[in-house]
């Protein structure tokens, strides 16, 4: 019997082991109560959720949910939600609540999210955010997040950490990122009408690992006016290889 009940826990073990970890997308929608004539007020998460391995899989979801809380809200701070109920009930409160007070200040909120696998091998997962909210003024705001983790513990992976050497591989980037937008190299970086803090090259605060290379992504705003809108740079694998920490 001891041997038996051994040999059932070593492949209890064996079999949780096993499992992968899978994706399951969820949609979460909400549209306003009040009364409303030609746009009503609504918010759409569709949100790929972790499963199958438990520590993993909630390491993951709670880092998704908290970057949504930061980008789905209206006011000083994020909303106090604990799930993605409870978020859209926020956003769409938070609308009714202003329009009781300021009719004639407020229409059309819309609050739209999807989140999907990016990008995924056995040692980095990534997942895209792609997200449009509106809450008022001439026009709403579209952005992508792009969210890195380590597909075995769940942990979040920092732009820092993919890079050997951040300071040599952003040089690198920079001489691509002039040839691809027609920068002088004996220019400054905004000769051209950009933004760059300080008129010096950083990296976005977006990459991605796409089937084709890495992904560096700026949004509208980060280095170039609404009207310019997004600024990206694909980088094949074979050309950045030597600069990277995880393939």
Request: overall charge neutral.
């Amino acid at each position: 019997m001891k041997y038996v009940a051994l040999f059932s826990l070593i492949l209890f073990f064996i079999t949780g082991c096993s499992k992968e970890l899978v994706f399951e997308h969820q949609r979460f929608a909400m549209t306003t109560s009040l009364p409303c004539k030609d746009h009503c007020p609504e918010i759409t998460i569709k949100i790929p959720i972790a499963k199958e391995v438990p520590i993993v899989a909630d390491s993951i979801n709670k880092k998704v949910f908290s970057v949504l809380k930061k980008i789905i809200y209206f006011g000083e701070k994020p909303y106090a939600a604990t799930n993605y109920r409870e978020l859209t009930a926020a956003f769409i409160g938070s609308y009714e609540k202003l329009q009781r007070d300021f009719p004639s200040d407020t229409f059309g909120w819309e609050a739209k999210v999807e989140g999907s696998i990016k990008y995924q091998s056995a040692n980095i997962l990534n997942i895209e955010i792609n997200h449009y909210t509106y809450t008022g003024g001439a026009h709403g705001y579209q952005g992508l997040r792009s969210l890195l983790f380590d597909p075995n513990s769940g942990a979040s992976i920092s732009i820092a950490d993919l890079f050997i050497d951040k300071v040599a591989f952003t040089a690198f980037a920079e001489k691509k990122f002039r040839a691809k937008y027609k920068i002088p190299i004996n220019k400054s970086i905004n000769s051209t009408g950009l933004m760059f803090e300080n008129e010096i090259f950083s990296l976005p605060q977006n990459i991605f690992y796409t089937d084709q290379g890495l992904l560096l992504y700026y949004n509208s705003y980060e280095v170039a006016s609404y009207a310019e809108g997004t600024k990206e740079i694909l980088l094949p694998y074979k050309e950045v290889a030597d600069y990277l920490t995880i393939l």
